[in-house]
Nanobody, 122 residues
Framework: VQLQASGGGLVQAGGSLRLSCAAS????????MAWFRQAPGKEREFVAA???????YYADSVKGRFTISRDNAKNTVYLQMNSLKPEDTAVYYC?????????????????WGQGTLVTVSS
């Protein structure tokens, strides 16, 4: 499956952005989807995931501010980001996997998008 992320940009602290990730696969419903992010000089970290059954998982740092959702008819997963903080600044990557144990481990995702940059100014 090929993944195309979009929606990044520059926003002031407290603002909102919505990221989108479009998947090429006709079997999109078979994939669990996730967002990870990588800030400059830091390791890639888990942000949010949504299972095939619409169960959602969030990193503690974004819980209550970010919402992950999926539209299977459009083969797209979204990340709604509210109350953004400067520490949310990073390149955001969408990822997909067909099976696995942990939703939060990057190593369990076999497919990755190209990343979209989110910059939050203070």
């Amino acid at each position: 499956v090929q993944l195309q992320a979009s929606g990044g940009g520059l926003v002031q602290a407290g603002g909102s952005l919505r990221l989108s990730c479009a998947a090429s696969s006709r079997t999109f419903t078979s994939y669990a989807m996730a967002w990870f992010r990588q800030a400059p000089g830091k390791e890639r970290e888990f942000v949010a995931a949504i299972s095939r059954n619409y169960n959602t998982y969030y990193a503690d740092s974004v819980k209550g501010r970010f919402t992950i959702s999926r539209d299977n008819a459009k083969n797209t997963v979204y990340l709604q980001m509210n109350s953004l903080k400067p520490e949310d600044t990073a390149v955001y990557y969408c990822a997909a996997r067909m099976s696995g144990v942990s939703f939060t481990r990057a190593a369990e995702y076999g497919y990755w998008g190209q990343g979209t940059l989110v910059t939050v100014s203070s």
